[in-house]
């Protein structure tokens, strides 16, 4: 193949992160407007309401955000009192993030926009092709599981009503 040859608009994974990069521009209109919010702190304060209490590392881990960046948003989020941090009691080294009241608060104002946003979006497919469109995710996620230099995929992130198929 030649490289005059390689179509990008066919191409999946470039299709893949379009489409992606349009749907979180689509949202962070909403939480950036309406919350002052980034992404990147979006992303924070849902981790925290799916693990109450974990680390820089462990958000960083699961959140698909360079480590630096989940350290800024939580720097940003504890000044707005949306979470609090305190010492962790296996390890010294180690601070443990947790959502405040006011976090949560915020956070059940984003999640209903979006599961309606997420609504109107599998609103245009039939059934089939949403229910299509969820395997298609888990088996490629279950490729891209065995290869090492294809990073890891959270635990947290699989969905549970879909059947496994081999390791995950």
């Known amino acids: 193949m030649q490289a005059n040859d390689f179509e990008l608009a066919t191409f999946l994974p ?3 992160a379009v489409l992606s990069e349009r749907i979180s521009k689509r ?3 909403y939480y950036e407007t309406e919350f002052g919010l ?3 702190e979006w992303r924070v304060l849902v981790h925290l309401s799916r693990c109450p209490l974990v680390s820089v590392r462990e958000i960083h881990n699961c959140v698909n955000l360079e480590k630096s960046r989940v350290s800024r948003a939580v720097r940003k989020l504890e000044v707005r009192k949306m979470l609090r941090k305190s010492e962790s009691a296996q390890d010294q080294r ?3 993030i947790a959502l405040t009241a006011k976090g949560r608060d915020v956070l059940a104002k984003i999640v209903t926009f979006a599961l309606s946003f997420e609504k109107t979006l599998i609103a245009a497919l039939e059934q089939q092709e ?3 469109l969820k ?3 888990e088996t490629l996620h279950r490729v891209l599981d065995s290869d090492p230099q294809a990073g890891l995929h959270s635990r947290l992130d699989v969905t549970a009503a879909l059947p496994a198929k081999g390791p995950v």
Do not use: E, H
């Open 14 to 16: 470039y299709r893949l």
């Open 27 to 29: 949202l962070a209109v």
């Open 135 to 137: 395997s298609t995710f």
């Open 94 to 96: 180690l601070l443990n």
């Open 38 to 40: 980034s992404m990147a």
């Open 130 to 132: 949403a229910d299509v």
